[in-house]
């Protein structure tokens, strides 16, 4: 690794390594001592799930915000609403079948 | 990167030439597929999270029974590190340091990949010895609907990884090996992704109840 540019590069992955490391870490020790509970856990492993999923689009897809020549975020972004339609639809419609039962 | 990427995930930079050039089609239409699978992944989220309640589990054994978090963590720290070390072997290629790091960083993410199949594959038997298979129950056919889909792709990844060092080997690193290298890549780095929302949503989440 004589390249500085190489060695730079390499550093973001080490930061997102380390990034995304954290972020694993938390919501495991959160549940491993019964740090939080029900409702509270559950968003919060949520909300630290997301962001571990944006740190791995950021440092090791080279997803950002800055214009591309295609539009890959447009297309995740896409996907992700077509998903919710389904997903959200699917569990909408089984819980509401769940409390009538 | 200072320059424009052309597609997702690492670009090999203009110096590269035709390897670069061809890999802004030829990974975008990978990325096509990636994100069709990812709705494929999400839908069989979905259908898990119908059933991961008391009705779905019929009496069956419960995640707590089954589930081993230790080995589930260490599963994830493995397959994380794995997501670093392919970057390396793809930031080797692109800095151009030669063949052979490019091939020393894909065996070791080869090895990961491997460990991370052998712990899974040993939680999936301690599963099956505490009586938590696909025909228990609904919330159990769900789960080996999903975390084995995940797996499956592992193993797929993995074979890839051992198709590119034999490529590496015998063809070298003309354009074509590079943009396959490149789709590994996006490929591998997806699949931890998916991983995120097996951890939290299936392990984790299933502490919860």
């Known amino acids: ?101 | 990167m200072s320059e424009h990427n052309l597609h997702p995930g690492l670009n090999l930079g203009a110096r590269h030439g035709a390897a670069h050039e061809g890999a802004e089609t030829i990974l975008f239409g990978f990325w096509i597929f990636l994100m069709s699978d990812l709705v494929i992944f999400g839908l069989v989220f979905a259908s898990y999270l119908t059933v991961a309640n008391p009705t779905g589990a019929a009496g069956g054994p419960g995640p707590a029974e089954a589930f081993d978090l230790r080995s589930v963590f260490a599963q994830t720290v493995i397959l994380l590190s794995s997501s670093l070390t392919f970057g390396f072997a793809t930031l080797a290629m692109r800095h151009e340091t030669g063949r052979r790091s490019i091939a020393s960083w894909l065996i070791v993410t080869l090895f990961l990949g491997i460990g991370f199949l052998a712990m899974e594959l040993r939680d999936f038997a301690h599963m099956i010895d505490v009586g938590a298979v696909p025909s228990r129950s609904g919330f159990w056919s769900a789960f080996w609907g999903l975390v084995p889909l995940h797996g499956v792709h592992v193993t797929v990844g993995c074979l890839w990884i051992v198709v590119m060092l034999i490529q590496l080997a015998t063809l070298g690193l003309i354009p074509v090996v590079k943009m396959r290298v490149l789709r590994l890549g996006l490929y591998w780095h997806f699949l931890d992704l998916i991983w995120v929302g097996i951890f939290s949503i299936v392990y984790l989440g299933g502490q919860m109840r």
Do not use: C
């Open chain 1, 1 to 101: 690794m004589k390249d500085p540019d190489h060695r730079s590069e390499a550093r973001l992955y080490l930061a997102g390594f380390g990034l995304a490391l954290t972020l694993t870490l938390i919501p495991f020790a959160l549940v491993h001592w019964a740090l939080l509970q029900g409702r509270t856990l559950a968003i919060t492993i949520a909300v630290l799930a997301i962001a571990q999923i944006v740190v791995h689009l950021r440092f090791f897809l080279h997803i950002d915000l800055s214009r591309q020549k295609r539009e890959d975020l447009q297309l995740i972004l896409f996907t992700v609403m077509l998903l919710a339609i389904m997903a959200l639809g699917t569990l909408w419609i089984m819980g509401n079948l769940a409390t009538r039962m």
